[in-house]
């Protein structure tokens, strides 16, 4: 049996999902709907892969209209996924696309949660996921999320059967075995020191019409849901709320428009007792809890009093209900509703807390200002007895009565403890694996995100009884158009450096500068800079001296590297030391409008790589597409870059560039490509080299990509080690300056290619045959055709991912296509 401290820390993991703030303040509408949500005693758990595979239809609909406890578990966090709004990928994208969620999340009012699997980029079907994902540790991450969540019902979004592809279907086998295993007490065994054995009753498949088409659109069997409903408290309908929480989905361009009227959801029921409806046959009521009649009654009168205008009468039943559930011996519902109650008087009193920080960064061993406000906007006693910080081991007596909208403004004063933890994201702290987060702490798995830095419990009286309210601590600033703008609080080392590039690759046997940007955490910070090297690489000076007054202040050294003469790859790894101690850690800042800005402490390292490389031409024009860091990786073996805008593109302004490349999804993201696109074939006819890299056939903003038939599939090559067969071995592309061999497609990273033409022209020439296990050859990959005078290259491999990665083939093969007609 578990302890009700523990629950109490339990119910606090499970509500920490959002970027919390100040005291929340609810409409009327708002408070009406939490208050009947006190008597629904429900909980569903959503199942799928990846952010944005979500179900936000029937999220929305659970959340709002039944009023359950509602979840989304993503196995991922959607690392290898594209990047829609910047050059963000891996690690950093995942990052942005977990914090998506949880603003879809707020949007919709669910809960998220996510094991440790790590989205190592397509994969076709499970059996290839399991080979890379430890599927023993995610099963038990779908296990003790069941555990701690403890749904009735579990519902996955895709199928269990390979009709999607592995991700997918492996988040639906994971959901089936986890259904059959967290009941279980022989099952993962370790987690019953933190959490009880927990059986949902039903588990469902929400499938739809693309589904069952194959089957005629019989639907016979499948249970029906209209969540098309609207929500007059809330002013939206379901759908509309859900397309709402779906545009959060920036990054990958799900921006979406809400609908009005019947919309059915469809549920095949994969297991538990048959019933009609997902929750028939399930108390949701306070009948599930031994001895909460008494609750019951209070939260009923409170519903009945309720006055949108004079919301703090429900104080005094709401209170009646607290005191009431301290008899009620379920230790899992006593502290979510406990707090559900709690959050319901705090909002019908008016009660404002808000904790601000003097600064946004802060370092071990600083002292850190904390300016606490509280306003009581209502008529009831209320007294401030104390703040607690989980940082510092005493509170902070007060002891001060708060009368109707008279503020109480104080400042504190701390020092940041040594051994306070850095805000990098918890799931990257420890090295990983391909296909596996390292998380060791239990109770941090499946969270979402880090805790606040700082947390501050304050201790209110209201009338007379006593209240605990959590608060983090964050830094506020006014922007001049913005207004008040909301930063989570950060806390990191003394000092942090940061080393130009993810990547440095030497074609040749000169050396590099390197720009180190050594940044003071804290003031009065000073020391040396050095760099390690791989053996056989060289650097120059040995180190330089830094002084620094002021946090934030920054100062750069400029290093030179020399490569050794034969072909080499290893770490630059740049090191700053401060009064004996050494540290080495960056810093990265991701800043978008739509969700909080990110602050990580990645290893300040630098990937070095010689590649034996010759290349012709000089002069590159590049349009930019969805985002990606072409451009720098060719900067860096010699090309000189111009970004191209659409003035910049017409026939005879591009006669000057050796060779003119699109970016990634151009086609799909820049407009003036539909009309522009006549130019650069025009360009291409008069001698130009054009290469276009990867596009999806959805949403084209033209048919003509190309000046020949060229047709766009959604063929891939997932297995990064699949093999690759030279088809045209003497074709130009392959034969110079940089003779190719299949030795130039080992340690490619996450994948070949993706959305490979399937149909083309034959003025194309198919230069590269590969696939991936037990299917077919795919050879639309890399397509070269002569136009006019010059050459057409389309090509689907993914060489935004290899460059970047410095994978030293994929630099021989791509400086081979700028070369063309050279």
């Known amino acids: 049996m578990k302890t009700h401290a523990f629950w109490s820390f339990?119910?606090?993991?499970?509500?920490?999902?959002?970027?919390?703030?100040?005291?929340?303040?609810?409409q009327p509408g708002e408070i009406r709907q939490k208050l009947e949500k006190l008597n629904v005693l429900g909980s569903v758990l959503y199942v799928a892969a990846h952010p944005d595979d979500e179900n936000t239809r029937l999220i929305a609909f659970y959340a709002n209209e039944k009023l359950m406890r509602t979840a989304y578990l993503s196995a991922t966090r959607g690392d290898g996924g594209q990047?829609?709004?910047?050059?963000?990928?891996?690690?950093e994208l995942g990052l942005i696309r977990t914090q998506e969620l949880l603003a879809a999340r707020r949007t919709d009012g669910g809960q998220q949660f996510f094991s440790r699997a790590n989205d190592f980029g397509y994969s076709k079907n499970p059996d290839e996921t399991f080979n890379i994902w430890d599927r023993e540790k995610v099963l038990a991450d779908f296990v003790?999320?069941?555990r701690k969540f403890r749904p009735d019902v579990v519902i996955t979004r895709f199928n269990s059967d390979g009709r999607s592809h592995g991700h997918h279907t492996a988040s639906a086998i994971l959901a089936r075995e986890a259904f059959e295993l967290s009941g279980d007490p022989n099952a993962f065994p370790d987690q019953l020191d933190y959490v009880d054995p927990w059986q949902p009753k039903k588990i469902f498949w929400n499938t739809g019409w693309w589904w069952f088409r194959d089957t005629g659109g019989d639907t016979t069997n499948l249970k029906k849901i209209d969540v098309g409903q609207y929500n007059p408290l809330l002013g939206e309908s379901y759908p509309e709320i859900a397309a709402r929480s779906r545009s959060m989905h920036k990054s990958q361009g799900f921006g979406s428009t809400g609908s009005r009227g019947e919309q059915i959801e469809y549920l095949e029921q994969w297991g538990g007792e048959e019933a009609n409806t997902p929750f028939e046959g399930i108390d949701t009521s306070w009948g599930r809890v031994e001895g909460a009649k008494e609750v019951s009654f209070f939260i009923d009168k409170a519903i009945k009093i309720y006055d949108e205008r004079n919301p703090q009468l429900i104080i005094e039943p709401l209170m009646g209900a607290r005191k009431?559930?301290?008899?009620?011996?379920?230790?899992?519902w006593k502290e979510i509703k406990k707090r559900e109650i709690e959050e319901l008087i705090v909002a019908a009193s008016g009660l404002y807390i808000g904790l601000k920080a003097d600064q946004p960064n802060y370092a071990v061993g600083d002292s850190i200002q904390i300016n606490m406000e509280v306003v009581n906007r209502s008529d009831q006693k209320m007294l401030v007895e104390q703040v607690k910080f989980d940082t510092w081991p005493n509170p902070i007596e007060l002891g001060v009565l708060l009368p109707n909208n008279k503020p109480l403004q104080t400042e504190?004063?701390?020092?940041?403890?040594?051994?306070?933890?850095?805000?990098?994201p918890y799931w990257l702290r420890e090295k990983g694996t391909l296909g596996m987060y390292t998380v060791n702490d239990q109770e941090m798995i499946g969270k979402p995100e880090n805790d606040p830095a700082i947390k501050g419990v304050v201790s209110v009286l209201l009338n007379d009884e006593k209240i605990h309210i959590e608060v983090p601590v964050v830094f506020k600033r006014t922007d001049p158009v913005e207004g008040e703008v909301t930063e989570p609080l950060t806390i990191g080392p003394p000092v942090m450096v940061n080393i130009s590039g993810g990547v440095l690759v030497f074609g040749d046997d000169q050396s590099k500068s390197v720009d180190v940007r050594v940044i003071a955490g804290k003031n009065k910070t000073k020391g040396n800079v050095t760099l390690d090297t791989p053996d056989g690489w060289k650097v120059s000076p040995a180190q330089y001296a830094f002084d620094l007054n002021q946090k934030g202040e920054e100062q750069i050294f400029t290093f030179s590297i020399s490569p050794p003469a034969s072909s080499s790859e290893g770490n630059v790894l740049a090191k700053a030391e401060i009064n004996g101690r050494t540290y080495t850690k960056g810093l990265t800042v991701i800043d978008y409008?739509?969700?909080p800005k990110q602050t990580l402490y990645p290893d300040a390292k630098v990937k070095v790589v010689k590649v034996n490389l010759k290349r012709k031409g000089n002069l590159i024009g590049y349009i930019d597409g969805a985002g990606d860091a072409i451009p720098e990786n060719l900067s860096q073996i010699g090309y000189q870059v111009e970004s191209l805008a659409k003035d910049d593109v017409s026939a005879d302004n591009l006669k000057k560039y050796d060779a003119v490349i699109l970016g990634i999804r151009a086609f799909n993201t820049v407009d003036w490509l539909s009309y522009k696109n006549s130019e650069l074939f025009e360009y291409v006819k008069q001698g130009g080299n054009l290469i276009i890299q990867y596009n999806t056939s959805h949403r084209l903003v033209t048919q003509d990509i190309s000046p020949y038939s060229l047709k766009l599939s959604r063929d891939r090559v997932?297995?990064?080690?699949?093999?690759?067969?030279?088809?045209?071995?003497?074709?130009?592309?392959?034969?110079?300056?940089?003779?190719?061999?299949?030795?130039d497609f080992e340690g490619w990273v996450q994948e070949r290619g993706l959305y490979f033409p399937n149909e083309w022209g034959e003025e194309f020439t198919p230069i590269l045959k590969s696939n991936d296990p037990g299917e077919s050859p795919k050879t639309g990959g890399l397509l070269v055709a002569k136009y006019g005078g010059g050459y057409y290259v389309y090509s689907g491999y993914s060489w935004f991912r290899e460059l970047p990665a410095g994978v030293p083939g994929a630099y021989r093969i791509f400086v081979n296509l700028i070369s063309l007609g050279k």
């Open 83 to 91: 990047n829609l709004i910047g050059p963000e990928i891996r690690e």
């Open 324 to 332: 009431a559930l301290e008899s009620v011996q379920n230790d899992f």
């Open 144 to 146: 003790w999320t069941f």
């Open 718 to 743: 997932a297995v990064e080690e699949a093999p690759v067969e030279i088809l045209a071995f003497d074709h130009p592309v392959m034969k110079g300056p940089n003779r190719i061999t299949e030795k």
């Open 10 to 26: 339990l119910v606090l993991a499970l509500t920490v999902n959002t970027f919390a703030q100040d005291t929340k303040a609810y």
């Open 593 to 595: 409008d739509h969700i």
């Open 412 to 424: 504190m004063n701390f020092l940041i403890p040594n051994g306070t933890k850095y805000a990098h």
